[in-house]
């Protein structure tokens, strides 16, 4: 891949070969421990407790087997250090990356990292393939698309926040997906989803340093040479509530608005700098906002909203793509000039209908005329229509 900063993101992907152990763990010598008169039957029974607590120990990575690397050997304890209370003493679950022959969905492993003494900012990581199948465009996109997030910059197809962050292992390593499978993505997530606070820079710029080096040790045991540079120094600014917004230009988009009369209700988050999506949210609590206005630009992404795009709703029609318009999302894939891209819009409280149907026809043409793949003309069920 390209080079994004002063070092190189580039990968190179060797023959497929099983990776070998570098080191085998220290046995248990047991008879050591025993002299003189034991029977048989008590030696074997003492072998077995030290054998089975020493095999707990380590599945958990706790107490003397805890090792000073954790989430696949990516991350030290110092690195730790910035988020966890006493990191020399945070838990770690972790659950190996699997690939090739061994995982029918691509390289699949996750890890998860707690104080000791427990609490609500646990900190897991995962390394999945994105796949409507899945409800990726669901619940993942809820948090993980959220206009909360900076994206990456350069070539990367990648977001962080304070809280949430993902990064997809680069197509040099694994290959570019196929037109209708996501890419394969590490995720990390911190904590319950923040809504209504102003995004803090410091712990958005740790998160992304952290899923950056989880992606360089994925890539690197699945084979793959090069490694992606620290990402933080070209980061744009994170993505903070806009309070100039004009009643016809919703969402910073000019002509955009509910009606001629109609002022806005809420004040919109938009995605900072140019990346694989750009979010804008309005009202954010919890892990949705109340509006949600989004195209998916990138045509790995927007991938994962193929099965949405073909079964929401009732049909939108256009010479150009298809879509679909349910109670409160609707959502349309085209093709622009990068490739696939997807428009939705998804009301989640207030007049929906109404507002949907006022909202989606017009950000859809708006944003296609941006990314010169307009004009789309839309054909909108009547309501009650059905499919």
Not at 61 to 80: H, I, N
Not at 253 to 264: D, F, M, N
Not at 340 to 355: H, M, P, R
């Amino acid at each position: 891949m390209s080079s994004t900063a002063d070092e190189p993101n580039r990968y190179e992907q060797p023959p497929p070969s099983e990776r070998e152990l570098l080191s085998e763990r220290r046995r248990w010598h047991w008879r050591r421990l025993l002299r003189g008169r034991v029977r048989p039957l008590l030696a074997a029974g003492l072998a077995g407790m030290l054998l089975g607590a020493g095999g707990m120990a380590w599945q958990t990575q706790a107490g003397p087997f805890a090792p000073d690397e954790v989430c696949w050997g990516a991350l030290s304890r110092d690195d730790l250090a910035a988020t966890f209370r006493k990191p020399e003493d945070v838990k770690v679950v972790e659950a190996p990356v699997l690939h090739g022959g061994r995982s029918m969905d691509g390289p699949t492993g996750s890890c998860q990292l707690t104080n000791s003494d427990g609490d609500a900012w646990a900190l897991t990581a995962r390394v999945h393939r994105l796949d409507d199948r899945n409800g990726d465009d669901g619940p993942w996109a809820d948090e993980f698309l959220s206009a909360r997030l900076t994206p990456l910059g350069g070539s990367l197809l990648g977001m962080a926040s304070d809280n949430r962050a993902w990064l997809a292992i680069p197509d040099g390593c694994l290959g570019r997906p196929a037109d209708f499978d996501g890419p394969t993505v590490v995720d990390i997530a911190q904590g319950s989803w923040i809504g209504d606070m102003e995004p803090r820079t410091k712990e958005r710029d740790w998160m992304a340093r952290t899923v950056v080096k989880l992606v360089n040790k994925v890539s690197a045991d699945l084979g793959c040479t090069g490694t992606i540079a620290d990402p933080v120094e070209r980061l744009p600014k994170a993505a903070h509530y806009t309070r100039t917004e004009k009643p016809d230009a919703l969402c910073g988009i000019k002509g955009l608005a509910l009606g001629k009369k109609r002022k806005p209700d809420h004040y919109p988050m938009i995605t900072g700098g140019h990346g694989p999506v750009r979010t804008c949210d309005r009202n954010i609590t919890g892990s949705q906002p109340e509006q949600r206005l989004m195209t998916v630009e990138d045509p790995r992404l927007a991938a994962i909203f193929t099965r949405m795009a073909l079964h929401e709703g009732d049909r939108v029609r256009s010479a150009v793509g298809y879509g679909g318009l349910g109670t409160n999302l609707g959502i349309f894939r085209t093709r622009c000039q990068a490739g696939e891209t997807v428009f939705l819009v998804q009301i989640n409280k207030g007049e929906t209908s109404a507002d949907l149907r006022t909202l989606f026809p017009r950000y859809a043409e708006a944003e296609a005329a941006r990314l010169g793949c307009g004009p789309l003309k839309l054909n909108l069920p009547r309501p009650g229509e059905g499919r």
